[in-house]
């Protein structure tokens, strides 16, 4: 089995484990990881400058907003709901509103990879 399939599976194992946690533990999950993120910052600056390439002024902001969306997702799952909407009298139609989350094994910098992937938790 190649590498790409381990890290499949243990991505898919994770999903599981993570799903069946309740919204409140996920939420201090991701607090945790934004609080850590804040706390190592300047390492992480570096080591971001260091796989980018990017000067440290572009990657500040960078970081900053890497933070702020883990923040922010940590609160979306409170926000899971479903409406009812206006349609056909014979039918329900419902919208439902809930976050996605995938996991990949791609490399990318700290802000692509939270911007472009969603953080599904």
Known sequence: MGKS??????????????AELPVQERSNHLMRLADAFAAHADELLMLEVADSGNAITAMKPDLANCIERLRYYAGLGFELQGRTIPGASDRMHMTLREPFVQVTSESYEMGIALKRRSVQL
């Open 5 to 18: 399939s381990n890290q499949s599976g243990a991505a898919e194992t994770a999903q599981v484990k993570w």
